[in-house]
């Protein structure tokens, strides 16, 4: 099974069990009138809307390179993402809506002991879900995935708020928490949909992910060859599950083609090993000038100038587009 394939068949069992999640809290609010439980029936509406559209994503990026989409379909999870986000902040907006009306209504609670049962149960299986969903969703680089444990995360903590409300409710029959707890969970709710939409766009504009770029450069400092004189222009962008890696190497001038190739391919095993197979690796190569003597501790015959000083490689000056000098 591939890994978009392994992304798909997850996301599929999340959708079916965000349905089945909302039909239970449904019921809850059936028998409690609960505004707090409300909020959380809502938060799964979107749950089981987000759960389609991810799964209709994933199965878009499944789909191989073609001619109108030479790096593949992996972006259709940022936008997938992105409409999740953009439903978790609606889904804020309706419970605070559904509140003001019940504030004027005064609609009583009733029940509470019936709805924490059912709503805890629902907190404990979004719980596993979530953390089986993020898991994969980071070890397969898929932000539709983690965008869905996120937000069943979130949900899981969302209804365990609410059954520690509901509980003090139950004892103290100060209804008017339930209010209370509806709105600030409408606040957490809007606040976490504005992240993921800031992830997803993120995403879409090919914006740099500087925690994956210096774990990429950490590892490369680790296991720099002495033929790696320089490594600059680097630049990583996600397609989904995909890492597309562009960088320009500077190696020995005197490498014939087999050898210069022969250093790219040592380079890609070291970020495959790391980072998995989904990657896409293309790499330019430079061969070395008079000034690149004095960062290489090289014993080479062609030497033009001494060796001063090994050059670390950082943030600033990997991603930088020119030759390394001191």
Same mark, same amino acid.
């Given at each position: 099974m591939?890994?978009a394939q392994?992304?798909?068949?997850?996301?599929?069992?999340?959708?079916?069990?965000?349905?089945?999640? &909302?039909l239970?809290?449904?019921?809850?609010?059936?028998? /409690?009138?609960?505004?707090?439980?409300?909020?959380?029936a809502?938060?799964?509406i979107?749950?089981?809307?987000?759960?389609?559209?991810?799964?209709?994503?994933l199965?878009?990026? /499944?789909? #191989?390179?073609?001619?109108e989409? #030479?790096?593949?379909?992996? !972006?259709?999870?940022?936008?997938?993402?992105?409409?999740?986000? =953009?439903? *978790?902040?609606?889904?804020?907006?309706m419970i605070?809506?559904?509140?003001?009306?019940?504030?004027?209504?005064?609609e #009583?609670?009733?029940?509470? $002991?019936?709805?924490?049962?059912?709503? =805890?149960?629902?907190?404990?299986?979004?719980?596993? %879900?979530?953390t089986?969903?993020?898991?994969?969703g980071?070890?397969?680089?898929?932000? %539709?995935l983690?965008?869905?444990?996120?937000h069943?995360? *979130?949900?899981?903590?969302? /209804?365990?708020?609410?059954?520690?409300?509901?509980?003090?409710?139950?004892?103290?029959?100060?209804?008017?928490?339930?209010?209370? *707890?509806?709105?600030?969970?409408?606040?957490?709710?809007?606040y976490?949909?504005? @992240?993921?939409?800031?992830?997803s766009?993120?995403?879409?504009?090919?914006?740099a992910?500087?925690?994956?770029? !210096? !774990?990429?450069?950490?590892?490369?400092?680790?296991?720099?060859?002495?033929?790696?004189? $320089?490594?600059?222009?680097?630049?990583?962008?996600?397609?989904g599950?995909?890492?597309?890696? $562009?960088?320009?190497?500077?190696v020995?001038?005197?490498?014939? *083609?087999?050898?210069?190739?022969?250093?790219?391919?040592?380079?890609?095993?070291?970020?495959?090993?790391?980072?998995?197979?989904?990657?896409?690796? &293309?790499?330019h190569? $430079?061969?070395?000038l #008079?000034?690149?003597?004095?960062?290489?501790? !090289?014993?080479?015959?062609?030497?033009?100038?001494?060796?001063?000083? @090994?050059?670390?490689?950082?943030?600033?000056?990997?991603?930088?587009? @020119?030759?390394?000098?001191?």
């Open positions: 591939t890994t392994q992304n798909f068949r997850v996301q599929l069992w999340i959708t079916l069990l965000s349905v089945l999640l &909302f239970t809290k449904i019921v809850a609010y059936y028998f /409690t009138h609960s505004l707090a439980i409300l909020s959380d809502l938060e799964s979107v749950n089981v809307i987000a759960g389609f559209i991810g799964l209709y994503s199965y878009i990026a /499944t789909k #191989p390179k073609d001619l989409h #030479p790096y593949g379909h992996g !972006k259709a999870e940022f936008v997938s993402a992105a409409v999740e986000g =953009g439903l *978790i902040v609606a889904a804020g907006i605070i809506y559904a509140t003001v009306a019940n504030i004027l209504r005064k #009583p609670v009733h029940q509470l $002991d019936t709805g924490l049962w059912l709503i =805890g149960a629902t907190a404990l299986l979004n719980f596993v %879900a979530g089986i969903c993020l898991r994969l980071k070890k397969n680089n898929s932000l %539709a983690q965008a869905s444990g996120k069943l995360q *979130i949900d899981t903590y969302s /209804t365990l708020a609410i059954i520690a409300g509901l509980i003090i409710i139950l004892f103290t029959k100060m209804y008017w928490l339930d209010k209370l *707890i509806a709105l600030v969970m409408s606040i957490l709710i809007i976490n949909g504005y @992240k993921i939409i800031r992830s766009l993120a995403g879409i504009m090919d914006e992910d500087m925690e994956l770029l !210096k !774990k990429f450069i950490e590892i490369l400092n680790k296991n720099r060859s002495e033929n790696w004189i $320089d490594l600059h222009n680097l630049r990583v962008i996600k397609y599950s995909l890492l597309h890696i $562009d960088c320009h190497l500077t020995p001038w005197y490498l014939n *083609i087999h050898e210069a190739h022969h250093e790219i391919d040592r380079l890609s095993a070291l970020i495959k090993q790391e980072f998995g197979d989904m990657i896409e690796l &293309f790499v190569t $430079d061969g070395c #008079p000034f690149s003597c004095r960062i290489c501790n !090289k014993n080479c015959e062609h030497r033009k100038n001494g060796f001063e000083q @090994k050059l670390e490689w950082t943030l600033t000056n990997v991603i930088s587009d @020119k030759k390394h000098q001191l």
